[in-house]
T-cell receptor
Framework: KQEVTQIPAALSVPEGENLVLNCSFT??????LQWFRQDPGKGLTSLLL?????REQTSGRLNASLDKSSGRSTLYIAASQPGDSATYLC???????????FGPGTRLSVLP | GAVVSQHPSWVICKSGTSVKIECRSL??????MFWYRQFPKQSLMLMAT?????????EQGVEKDKFLINHASLTLSTLTVTSAHPEDSSFYIC?????????????FGQGTRLTVV
């Protein structure tokens, strides 16, 4: 059974810093790895999807990598801004018909 | 991009009543949809897998008679919380994947915040 963990649980950084969020999963037979953002009391916003044949994806200041062999994914945020403050969730997905398993999230605070 | 619409976004109900939450895939078909629950300051936990035309599959510890799931069409799944109690207050969110594409992202609804008073 897939289990997903995220480190750190919380992170507070000054504005402008580059930072890395970590995600680990136990089952390397993962099809997709997706990163989400969740603002307090809100739903999920999909940030990046890394499919099984890919190793990384980039969108603006965000870069996500996937290493299936080691069971790890990282989300890199460049030049962080206060608007980046949110909880970041990673989720591992199986083939179609299988659900995504979520990590517990990393709560990020970017201080102005 | 693909959109999943969830309704209502929030609901307050009295203890003992039932609440229905709808999840629609707007521009794709989904034979499978997923229902998650998120308690405060916790991550999303899968409650059940909704299968079009057949019975839902529930995760361990989730009461199937309390959380009724109906997936009557390829674009609509409903979750009904029956005889709701305050401990059912939570954030419920559905997810669907485009059945035409096997290796694709999951699209999530906006979520429904249920408060039982």
């Amino acid at each position: 059974k897939q289990e997903v963990t995220q480190i750190p649980a919380a992170l507070s950084v000054p504005e402008g810093e580059n930072l890395v969020l970590n995600c680990s999963f136990t089952d390397s037979a993962i099809y997709n790895l997706q990163w989400f953002r969740q603002d307090p009391g809100k739903g999920l916003t999909s940030l990046l999807l890394i499919q099984s044949s890919q190793r990384e994806q980039t969108s603006g200041r965000l870069n996500a990598s996937l290493d299936k062999s080691s069971g790890r994914s990282t989300l890199y945020i460049a030049a962080s801004q206060p608007g980046d403050s949110a909880t970041y969730l990673c989720a591992g997905g199986g083939f179609y018909g299988q659900n995504f398993v979520f990590g517990p999230g990393t709560r990020l605070s970017v201080l102005p | 991009g693909a959109v999943v619409s969830q309704h209502p976004s929030w609901v307050i109900c009295k203890s003992g009543t039932s609440v229905k939450i709808e999840c629609r895939s707007l521009d794709f078909q989904a034979t499978t949809m997923f229902w998650y629950r998120q308690f405060p300051k916790q991550s999303l936990m899968l409650m059940a897998t909704s299968n079009e035309g057949s019975k839902a599959t529930y995760e361990q510890g989730v009461e199937k008679d309390k959380f009724l799931i109906n997936h009557a069409s390829l674009t609509l799944s409903t979750l009904t919380v029956t005889s709701a109690h305050p401990e059912d207050s939570s954030f419920y969110i559905c997810s669907a994947r485009d059945q035409r594409r096997t290796n694709t992202e999951a699209f999530f609804g906006q979520g429904t915040r249920l408060t039982v008073v």
